[in-house]
């Protein structure tokens, strides 16, 4: 009886910690609750066991917090910051907290908003497309998520320029729990890119994204991982479409120790359409897991999906997709292709698609490789008087054209120099 009381009275005191923390961000008593449910879900932490074919290839507890996070930690100081034209708006989020906020005068006209997440309203959305039991990392981050942004794009509205979120890991605290929600209201076009940078030996990051486009809004949406060596993180991105809504999300996987990336797309109206186009380029013994959901709730929606993945060293990448229709969708359309490059022979790749239809009157088809580096390629290039590592680079350019090309402009030179950057690294 004696250490049920103790552990009754831990978690009254961890309770504390949370509300107290939630109240100085300014956060109403709804918010608060969330935080209460969400972290009722972690007493106890239950990690998923390994049989699960979502975690038999990487280890949970490298996503857990070497200490409570729901505990008030000092926050790092960190520089000022400013975006560069041409962008709608910025924000930055470092050392656990929104350190910048900036709305172009256009934008601002037009009634977008780029705020604090912990104070906005939020239209009743928050918590609902990821939900605190997604799994333990989204449990964790809705218990204890600090630096928030929410980006409201009004009905209508066309951005010529893309809105750009930086999210800074380290600092202070080991763990970092951001937390975006984007809501792009009926008509609305934009795009939004989320960028992972800096961090180094022991940091976490846990961050939840979350979109929810209105009927005809058109988005694009980028999310980029470039962490230094040592970081480990676990990002989850999810979106939930209106009829005629279009979503394009393109990620790129370069940097950190260890990265799960789970992105999920709800069709939920009729004729919504989802693309989803990844990139990874792995080295040494970086570690990569991917994850995607397209599922398909209504009649005559579509969705595509291409993922290229390049590994040298011993670099090792898993990709998950999974591809739903529901008997409500009939009508639908679905594609998935994952194709992974090996450069090195330690490298290794686990490519696993599945499909779940639940109504005939579709068109769905999947197709994925892993293989190694085609020895006539580099042979027929170092016979044109290459160098081994440009003729290798070369034909990894190639490799990931097909896919760079689909992105938009703006999205694919950014990536496209993400990309020539660390080939020349290596």
Same mark, same amino acid.
């Given at each position: 009886m004696a250490s049920k009381a103790i552990i009754a009275e831990a978690e009254q005191v961890r309770l504390a910690h949370l509300e107290r923390r939630a109240r100085s961000f300014g956060e109403d008593e709804s918010r608060i609750s969330a935080r209460r449910t969400a972290a009722a879900l972690l007493d106890p932490l239950v990690l998923p066991g390994r049989a699960r074919h979502?975690?038999?290839?990487?280890?949970p507890r490298r996503f857990v917090p070497a200490s409570d996070p729901t505990i008030e930690m000092p926050l790092a100081v960190t520089p000022s910051w400013q975006i560069s034209p041409p962008h709608?708006?910025?924000g930055l989020i470092a050392g656990g907290a929104l350190r910048a906020i900036e709305v172009g005068d256009e934008a601002r006209a037009a009634g977008v908003e780029i705020v604090d997440l912990h104070t906005a309203d939020d239209e009743g959305l928050f918590g609902s497309i990821v939900t605190a039991d997604h799994g333990f990392v989204e449990a964790l981050n809705a218990a204890a998520w600090t630096g928030g942004v929410l980006i409201r794009v009004p009905d209508g509205v066309h951005l010529g320029a893309p809105i750009a979120i930086r999210v800074v890991a380290g600092g202070a605290a080991a763990t970092t729990m951001p937390r975006i929600l984007i809501i792009a209201g009926p008509g609305s076009e934009f795009e939004v890119v989320e960028v992972h940078v800096e961090g180094g030996a022991g940091n976490l990051v846990l961050g939840v994204t979350e979109l929810a486009l209105g009927a005809g809004a058109l988005v694009r949406y980028g999310l980029v991982q470039r962490w230094e060596p040592g970081v480990a993180?676990?990002?989850?991105?999810r979106a939930r479409l209106a009829a005629g809504a279009r979503l394009q999300t393109s990620f790129a996987t370069f940097g950190g120790d260890v990265c799960k990336v789970d992105l999920g797309v709800v069709l939920a109206g009729e004729g919504a359409e989802a693309e989803t186009f990844g990139v990874a380029l792995g080295a040494e013994t970086q570690h990569f897991d991917q994850h995607t959901e397209h599922i398909h709730e209504a009649r005559h929606t579509r969705s595509n999906l291409h993922v290229k993945v390049a590994l040298t060293g011993a670099a090792r990448s898993v990709y998950t997709g999974m591809i739903r229709i529901a008997a409500t969708a009939a009508g639908s359309e679905a594609y998935q292709? %994952?194709? %992974?490059?090996l450069l090195s022979r330690d490298a290794r790749a686990e490519t696993i698609p599945e499909l779940e239809i639940l109504t005939d009157d579709v068109k769905c088809s999947h197709g994925a490789t892993v293989a190694p580096l085609e020895p006539e390629q580099l042979f027929y290039l170092r016979s044109r008087g290459l160098p081994a590592s440009q003729a290798q680079r070369l034909i990894v350019y190639g490799f990931l054209d097909e896919t760079l090309q689909r992105l938009p402009n703006a999205t694919r030179e950014r990536i496209?120099?993400?990309?020539?950057?660390r080939l020349h690294e290596d």
């Open positions: 979502l975690w038999r290839y990487t280890d709608a708006g910025a993180g676990h990002l989850t991105a292709e %994952n194709r %992974n490059l496209g120099a993400l990309i020539a950057a």
